[in-house]
DNA sequence: GGTGATTATCAATCAATGGGACGATCAATC
DNA sequence: GATTGATCGTCCCATTGATTGATAATCACC
């Protein structure tokens, strides 16, 4: 690697930088392939956790998400408007609404799954798959450094009624929440 | 690695997806490291372009930094009240304002360079040297695949008057351009 | 049974973006 | 040198998304 003089190093040669425009660049590409299947990303990832475990609360969605529970609302409207979960009683406390994967949204989940396989194949398609799996691991392995929860984007910090974030508010809405 | 069910591949093995995750929480630790500098990424962005090339038109900025040409003003309208740059009249073409840095807004360079080492060591510290370049060599290769410029960030794709983008417009304010 | 906390919701506010229009200026043409 | 059309920066406004605060229903505890 070309290591000029460190006081100025260029922005490609800038592992965290690349890792945003990428980061970026991989919710755009994923954004578009789930286009056709009639989803938001966030949408996507809410499903994919109720697949997961069906009947969580808004409350319990919110806190896994990261998502505010006020949004969590217009989310579980948008997903109950076109079918793919429905509000139901809960049986245990009559506050709270259980979420549940409908079978047309249950549907969906195998097309996210080959919009991802798709994803990853446009992203790095040009690697070798030996090349392929060792990004794979390091990046695995810096996430995990980096206590990002597995399945869970950083989207949002202050879930349910977490420790404000003091840091600069500026506009946050990159979320692939799943 | 453990290539469980491929129908339904935990996220954590979903390179694009910790790419997302990691481009967040890239740009989330770069902000916070930038606060003492006091300028945002974003800023912090802007000045890096006028440290190659002083006294360039909004316009230009504009084009290569990818946002807004209305966004310009308001961001050359900070840079200018703290100090950092200063705008003159263009003696080609007095339509134009040429931006220039001051000298105040140049010595903000070296700390901003500083704050991205200090990015990089937290965000792969617990690599090894070789792993870690490894892992810059690899990234910027998925960008170069990936037609990313290599010193701007896909933040905002309708820059000047590109052509619209169809896709869902969903907010997107992520942005390190720089 | 009463008090306070919790769940989901709604209304209002705020920040940021994008579109359109406007004055000033340029470039080209007659 | 006046005119026409385009460009640069700016401002105003509509839209969108997020955040805050308030509210009705319900729970948990004493």
């Given at each position: 690697m070309v290591t000029?003089?460190?006081s100025f190093r260029p922005l490609r040669q800038?592992?965290?930088?690349?890792?945003?425009?990428?980061?970026?660049?991989?919710?755009?590409?994923?954004?578009?392939?789930?286009?056709?299947?009639?989803v938001t990303r966030r949408q996507y990832g809410m499903l994919r956790i109720l697949a997961d475990a069906d009947g969580r609360t808004q409350q319990e969605l919110s806190s896994v998400l990261r998502v505010h529970r006020n949004v969590m609302v217009g989310l579980v409207d948008e997903l109950e408007a076109a079918g793919f979960v429905e509000r139901r009683r809960n049986p245990a406390d009559r506050r709270a609404h259980a979420v549940h994967l409908t079978d047309r949204g249950r549907a969906l989940l195998p097309m996210g799954e080959a919009a991802l396989d798709a994803c990853d194949d446009q992203l790095f398609g040009t690697?070798?798959?030996a090349d392929r799996e060792t990004l794979g691991d390091l990046l695995a392995r810096v996430a995990d450094a980096a206590h990002l929860l597995p399945g869970v984007h950083p989207?949002?910090?202050?879930a349910g009624d977490a420790p404000p974030n003091p840091i600069s508010s500026r506009g946050r809405s990159n979320t692939r929440t799943g």
């Open positions: 000029s003089d460190k800038r592992p965290s930088f690349v890792l945003s425009q990428l980061g970026f660049h991989s919710d755009r590409t994923f954004d578009e392939l789930l286009v056709p299947v009639g690697l070798s798959a989207g949002y910090e202050q």
